[in-house]
């Protein structure tokens, strides 16, 4: 019989350390939430076990003399192709716990980013230039229901008036947007900072689906409120305390499931935030149990729109899986006013990992399928699209506008932007950069005000950038640019792909 778990004894990370520059501070120990690190009480110095590190690089870059680098662990399995390591150590891990892997954030899996296939136009002699620095540029975008015309009238002066009722709208000084995170999968700290960011950009946050602290209640004209299967948090004062509700029935990381957070990470806040008991989980079903149609769906939009008096807009957010296009139109239909389109490149708290790198299709193919969906039958006005699932740069957003978006949600990049570094352990409560935890003494290390402003430059920065593109397109406005797919030119892509994604190959 074996003396030892094959799992342990596999690990994927290696920690360096250079004795000529520790110094035995034991910083490293406190830094470590996974106790990688330790004090060799018999050799008085302080050691480290490689079979806990997970990447995260806390204590690299926490350590005073830069002793430590953390390594990918070089012991490599007998090459073969079919047989990758990964695929190795996740049988040796379940054929000892017998249970479901877990994984947080993206999929790493290997699929085309389409984003990197795609280039954008510019201009030249015929087609002028614009300067952002010079000449006004519009990043101004409206989120909602827009009539396919409106009645005007005219005054005595001959002002126009309009006669047409307005349909409620959210205004963004940027087409950026913070994805929806709940209380629980990320700590207050983290909330109060998308909050107080989304304040100063003007734009909007969304709760996620473990509802709104009614501390940041005063945040209200910049947050969309979640509406999810599991229904926590969700009160009539909830649902009119945002710019605007959205009703998730999919995630791009996890289409098709529902979700899970631990008790352990039940604490008070979120037990009264929740409205479930401390320490108990809290599991969102798959389905929402009044939702088998689109029928349903359609009588849940409208409850909501009289709950909150037809003040604000219902979004709907589904997964970008197959036949997403039809989907689509159907919730349209039902009358969501903004459709939220999540790609399976999208970050998660926890899921299954198979679930998260084997279902659904990326964002760029669901998103340029669901615009010409909605325009070949006539009803794209009815609805905005916020696309999200994996934006990693400015570039990506603006060929996402390009592609048909409206806006779109980052998630993975914002935490990344307050210290992430990915190392897919969210779930379980530890987060080295207290982010994805509500251990006190780790939630500490998320300081909200600083958060906020790394934030805030993040979204700037994008912004500038946008700007900048926009404007070497020879267009002074973002909504110029929403679904003018000539502006884009595809390098290395099949005709097929090139067709769904409504674009010519570079050249032509």
């Known amino acids: 019989m074996l003396f030892k778990k094959f799992s342990s004894t596999f690990h994927e990370f290696r920690i360096v350390r250079d004795p000529n520059l520790c110094i035995d501070c034991k910083l490293c120990i406190k830094q470590c939430s996974y106790e990688a690190h330790f004090w060799d009480t018999a050799r008085e110095k302080v050691a480290h076990d490689n079979r806990k590190c997970i990447g995260c690089h806390r204590c690299a870059a926490m350590c005073p003399t830069a002793a430590l680098t953390i390594k990918l662990n070089e012991s490599d399995f007998r090459p073969n192709a079919t047989w990758r390591p990964e695929f190795v150590r996740n049988i040796y891990n379940q054929a000892e716990s017998g249970g479901v892997l877990l994984t947080g954030m993206g999929s790493p899996v290997d699929i085309p980013v389409y984003w990197d296939s795609l280039l954008l136009d510019a201009s030249q002699v015929t087609n002028p230039s614009i300067d952002p620095l010079r000449e006004p540029m519009e990043l101004k975008t409206f989120l909602g229901f827009k009539p396919d015309r409106v009645e005007v009238a005219f005054d005595a002066d001959g002002n126009p008036e309009l006669k047409s009722g307005q349909t409620p709208q959210i205004e963004l000084s940027t087409p950026i947007t913070f994805a929806g995170m709940s209380f629980g999968a990320i700590n207050y700290n983290l909330h109060l900072a998308m909050a ?29 409120v979640q509406v999810a299967s599991g229904r926590f948090g969700v009160h009539s004062d909830y ?72 003040r604000v807009p219902v979004a709907v957010k589904i997964a970008a899986v197959h036949n997403v296009a039809a989907i689509a139109s159907g919730v349209v239909r039902a009358g969501a006013d903004i459709l939220t389109l999540d790609g399976m490149k999208g970050g998660t708290g926890a899921a299954p990992a198979m679930t998260r790198d084997n279902v659904g299709i990326p964002i760029e193919l669901a998103l340029a399928s669901v615009d010409q969906r909605l325009r070949d039958e006539g009803i794209r006005s009815r609805a905005s699209i916020i696309a999200g699932g994996g934006f990693r740069c400015s570039g990506d957003v603006i060929k996402a506008i390009a592609l048909g978006a409206d806006a779109v949600n980052i998630g993975t990049a914002a935490l990344v932007a307050v210290g992430c570094t990915l190392c897919g352990r969210c779930y379980t409560g530890k987060c080295p950069w207290g982010i ?10 998320q300081n909200p005000e600083i958060a906020a402003e790394r934030l805030v430059n993040l979204v700037r920065g994008w912004s500038h950038e946008i700007e900048e593109m926009l404007g070497g397109m020879g267009l002074n406005s973002i909504e110029s640019l929403r679904g003018n797919r000539d502006k884009l030119r595809a390098v290395g892509l099949t005709e097929t792909e090139m067709n769904i994604l409504g674009v010519k190959h570079a050249g032509r």
């Open 196 to 224: 107080m960011a989304a304040k100063e950009l003007n734009t909007v946050y969304n709760t996620g689906e473990g509802g709104l602290h009614r501390s940041l209640y005063e945040y209200g004209q910049w947050t969309i």
């Open 239 to 310: 649902l009119n305390a945002g710019v605007g509700i959205e009703i998730k029935v999919g995630q791009g990381a996890k289409p098709g499931i529902g979700g899970h957070l631990p008790g352990e990470k039940i604490n008070g806040m979120i037990s009264e935030t929740r409205m479930i008991p401390p320490g108990s989980d809290a599991i969102s079903p798959a389905p929402h149990h009044d939702i088998y149609s689109i029928e349903d769906l359609l009588q849940l939009i409208f409850a909501l729109k009289e709950a909150t008096e037809y």
């Open 436 to 445: 994805a935890t509500n251990d006190k003494k780790l939630a500490k290390r």
